[in-house]
Every structure is written in structure tokens, then in C-alpha cells.
Nanobody, 126 residues
């Protein structure tokens, strides 16, 4: 059973940085995608960035170089480094995972991911 646990959220001033973590267990697939999604109050959940098991990444256009996804395979942990945070980045951030076929590109469509964490809140004040 796949379990994902996010941490690292908090409150920060605009322009600041946060690093989110997602500890994964049970993700024993040889090929997979892991992604970060977010949902702001009153808005639909949107994909931020995803990374494949081979390290290939896919970023949403609005990230514009401010966020960086990475993973520590030895520790089964996914990270999201967020810099130059803006008030509009305020949201609940979720980690998600899906088993894939080798070479398959990751998607930023939340319906594609069956495994989800509980989320971690990020609040950016202007």
C-alpha cells in the first residue's frame, strides 16, 4: 500500500522560500511519476510539477523557474523547493504518485494519480 506524507508547509512573507517534503512508502514500482499539486480556497486543484522515476520533470507554466522538484531515492522522499513565493501561491499542497510504464511522460492532471498525501498548508502573506 502506497502512503505519502507531506511536511514543510508554513507561513512565509512574499519573496520568501519554503521546502516541502513528501515521504513515500510502499512505492515499489520500477517506473512511476510523483507530483506536487495545490488547491487554493475556492479553486480547483492544479498540478505544479511532476517527476518520473528516471528524473524527467514537467513543470506547470506558472512556476516560471521559482520552484524545483527533486527526489532522494535512497530515502524515498520527494522535495519541492519554492523560492520567490507570492501571495497567489497560498494553497494546500499535495504529493501524489502513480505507477507508469517505462518511458511514459508524467502528467499534471490530478485524475491520473491514484495515491495522495493529506497535504501541507502553505500561506504567503504580502
Amino acid at each position: 500500500q502506497v502512503q505519502l506524507v507531506e511536511s514543510g508547509g508554513g507561513s512565509v512573507q512574499a519573496g520568501g522560500s519554503l521546502r516541502l517534503s513528501c515521504a513515500a512508502s510502499g512505492l515499489t514500482y520500477s517506473s512511476y511519476c510523483m507530483g506536487w499539486f495545490r488547491q487554493a480556497p475556492g479553486k480547483e486543484r492544479e498540478g505544479v510539477v511532476a517527476i518520473a522515476s528516471d528524473g524527467t520533470t514537467r513543470y506547470a507554466d506558472f512556476v516560471t523557474g521559482r520552484f524545483t522538484i527533486s527526489k532522494d531515492n535512497a530515502k524515498n522522499t520527494l522535495f519541492l523547493q519554492m523560492n520567490s513565493l507570492k501571495a497567489e501561491d497560498t494553497a494546500m499542497y499535495y504529493c501524489a504518485a502513480v505507477a507508469t510504464l517505462r518511458g511514459m511522460a508524467c502528467r499534471l492532471n490530478d485524475a491520473w494519480y491514484p495515491y495522495w498525501g493529506q497535504g501541507t498548508q502553505v500561506t504567503v502573506s504580502s
